[in-house]
């Protein structure tokens, strides 16, 4: 029976030493270190905001020129892109037929004058025979009557005379100001209507940038604010004012259209009608709260996220943005952390949360 004891002591000493080594081991503690400029504390502040305008220079004098007599077009004196000047004769209409009416129009007047003429010579003469008896006073009236209706006659060649020459003027296409041939909509020897649409012209001088902002934005904005609008293609920015805000949102884009005039005339070819321009407003935000760099936020299954450093434990935290300040480099937390959090703001490859941590100075 001894033995047996030392052989069952012996065995279990030998499958102890054999088994030893399978022996499950302490797992090793991982410390992820970072540097002190590797981590950040929220601070309260109040930041700066921007509204940024993206829109187009339009112009704010054009004008649809129209053939104001129908007629066969006979001259074209002008072509797209041209400048002209106010009053310059642009297209010309086929006026013979006017003109072939022009005799008619005088011989009609002439003839209307030497009636009424005569028709008051002839009433002043029976007023006289009145006063001496000779005619009755029916007689005077009927004179009365006659002089008022070669007067009118008179009256109704000179207006027909005057529609006739202004017929004739209207057959010139003149340009209503200084300004530059946008599009032209009709071709030689074509035959016109009154009212039909000829040239379209826009004065490249007098222009404004329209932009579309949102609502939220617009409440930033109010007339008489000077932006700076760089333009595409222009070097330098040009000034400008805010000159008025729409009343209501564009239906279509939901948006505030703003209206911002060139605070200097245009004397260069190269800020025209259709440029794109982007111009910046930055106001100070009234109220302080917590910020952190926009770096530090993360965007993960459409959530902000923040790694935060609670006793040495790594922790993913979820945030509530607000508005970022004017360089965008710092944004406002609206819920989430305190104040005293440690939060990581670079590096962030490798992480996961309850990893333990070491911030080195």
């Given at each position: 029976?001894?033995?047996?004891?030392?052989?069952?002591?012996?065995?279990?000493?030998?499958?102890?030493?054999?088994?030893?080594?399978?022996?499950?081991?302490?797992?090793?503690?991982?410390?992820?270190?970072?540097?002190?400029?590797?981590?950040?504390?929220?601070?309260?502040?109040?930041?700066?905001?921007?509204?940024?305008?993206?829109?187009?220079?339009?112009?704010?004098?054009?004008?649809?020129?129209?053939?104001?007599?129908?007629g066969a077009l006979m001259r074209l004196n002008v072509a797209?892109?041209?400048?002209?000047?106010?009053?310059?004769?642009?297209?010309?209409?086929?006026?013979?037929?006017?003109?072939?009416?022009?005799?008619?129009?005088?011989?009609?007047?002439?003839?209307?004058?030497?009636?009424?003429?005569?028709?008051?010579?002839?009433?002043?003469?029976?007023?006289?025979?009145?006063?001496?008896?000779?005619?009755?006073?029916?007689?005077?009236?009927?004179?009365?009557?006659?002089?008022?209706?070669?007067?009118?006659?008179?009256?109704?060649?000179?207006?027909?005379?005057?529609?006739?020459?202004?017929?004739?003027?209207?057959?010139?296409?003149?340009?209503?100001?200084?300004?530059?041939?946008?599009?032209?909509?009709?071709?030689?020897?074509?035959?016109?209507?009154?009212?039909?649409?000829?040239?379209?012209?826009?004065?490249?001088?007098?222009?404004?940038?329209?932009?579309?902002?949102?609502?939220?934005?617009?409440?930033?904005?109010?007339?008489?604010?000077?932006?700076?609008?760089?333009?595409?293609?222009?070097?330098?920015?040009?000034?400008?004012?805010?000159?008025?805000?729409?009343?209501?949102?564009?239906?279509?884009?939901?948006?505030?259209?703003?209206?911002?005039?060139?605070?200097?005339?245009?004397?260069?070819?190269?800020?025209?009608?259709?440029?794109?321009?982007?111009?910046?407003?930055?106001?100070?935000?009234?109220?302080?709260?917590?910020?952190?760099?926009?770096?530090?936020?993360?965007?993960?299954?459409?959530?902000?996220i923040v790694w935060v450093i609670h006793d040495g434990i790594?922790?993913?935290?979820?945030?509530?943005?607000?508005?970022?300040?004017?360089?965008?480099?710092?944004?406002?937390?609206?819920?989430?952390?305190?104040?005293?959090?440690?939060?990581?703001?670079?590096?962030?490859?490798?992480?996961?949360?309850?990893?333990?941590?070491?911030?080195?100075?």
């Amino acid at each position: 029976m001894l033995l047996t004891l030392v052989l069952v002591i012996g065995g279990g000493a030998f499958y102890a030493l054999k088994h030893r080594d399978k022996a499950p081991q302490q797992a090793e503690v991982i410390v992820k270190v970072f540097q002190a400029n590797e981590v950040t504390r929220p601070q309260l502040k109040a930041l700066s905001g921007q509204v940024d305008m993206s829109g187009v220079l339009i112009a704010t004098e054009l004008a649809t020129v129209r053939s104001k007599v129908a007629g066969a077009l006979m001259r074209l004196n002008v072509a797209e892109g041209q400048l002209v000047q106010k009053g310059q004769v642009l297209a010309e209409l086929d006026v013979r037929d006017l003109i072939s009416r022009t005799d008619e129009r005088q011989a009609a007047v002439v003839a209307a004058q030497r009636n009424h003429q005569l028709s008051l010579v002839q009433h002043k003469a029976n007023e006289d025979l009145v006063r001496q008896s000779f005619i009755s006073e029916t007689a005077l009236a009927a004179s009365q009557a006659n002089l008022a209706s070669q007067l009118a006659q008179l009256k109704a060649a000179e207006t027909a005379q005057l529609a006739h020459s202004k017929q004739l003027a209207d057959a010139a296409i003149t340009a209503p100001f200084d300004g530059v041939v946008a599009r032209r909509m009709v071709t030689l020897g074509e035959k016109l209507s009154i009212d039909q649409e000829v040239f379209h012209l826009v004065n490249p001088r007098r222009l404004e940038f329209k932009t579309m902002v949102d609502s939220a934005a617009g409440q930033f904005l109010k007339p008489g604010l000077q932006v700076q609008i760089q333009f595409e293609a222009v070097a330098t920015p040009v000034q400008g004012r805010i000159d008025r805000i729409g009343p209501g949102n564009d239906l279509g884009t939901r948006a505030l259209p703003v209206y911002v005039s060139l605070a200097e005339p245009v004397t260069t070819s190269s800020i025209r009608p259709g440029l794109m321009g982007l111009a910046h407003h930055v106001y100070a935000l009234a109220q302080e709260g917590l910020t952190l760099p926009v770096a530090a936020v993360q965007e993960e299954g459409g959530k902000s996220i923040v790694w935060v450093i609670h006793d040495g434990i790594l922790k993913r935290q979820t945030v509530s943005l607000g508005l970022k300040d004017a360089a965008g480099s710092h944004v406002y937390i609206l819920d989430g952390i305190k104040a005293s959090d440690t939060v990581l703001a670079l590096r962030f490859e490798g992480l996961k949360e309850g990893l333990r941590v070491e911030v080195k100075p």
